[in-house]
């Protein structure tokens, strides 16, 4: 199983990224996936879950409708749109076949002017 997460880095308060996690070595498109996070010094939180056909899914509790998953399994790739980025969003991003340890390495979203 192997996660790369791409699409991080530093961005001005207000702006958007896309973060992108590809995804090979298991059936994707049948596997619920989820973007989570971790603030330096802070536990790991969930930003959002996405079942495998993308029909079922929840968003965690701090997005503020700020945050959108989406997934191509066309692609075997999860997406997160971020938009009205805040400083408190700078974090490392990590998606994750949820029920299983698999995680990617993550990447830096730095939030900054």
């Known amino acids: 199983v192997q996660l790369v997460e791409s699409g991080g880095g530093l961005v001005q308060p207000g702006g958007s990224l896309r973060l992108s996690c590809t995804a090979s070595g298991f059936a994707f498109s049948t596997a619920t996936m989820s973007w989570w996070r971790q603030v330096a010094g802070k536990e790991r939180e969930i930003i959002a879950w996405?079942?495998?056909?993308?029909?079922?899914?929840k968003p965690g509790e701090f997005q503020e409708g700020r945050f959108a998953i989406s997934r191509d399994n066309a692609k075997n790739t999860l997406y997160l749109d971020m938009n009205n980025l805040k400083f408190e969003d700078t974090a490392v991003y990590f998606c994750?076949?949820?029920?299983?340890?698999?995680w990617g390495r993550g990447t830096q979203v730095t939030v900054s002017s």
């Open positions: 994750r076949r949820s029920g299983y340890n698999d």
């Open positions: 996405l079942s495998g056909s993308g029909d079922d899914g």
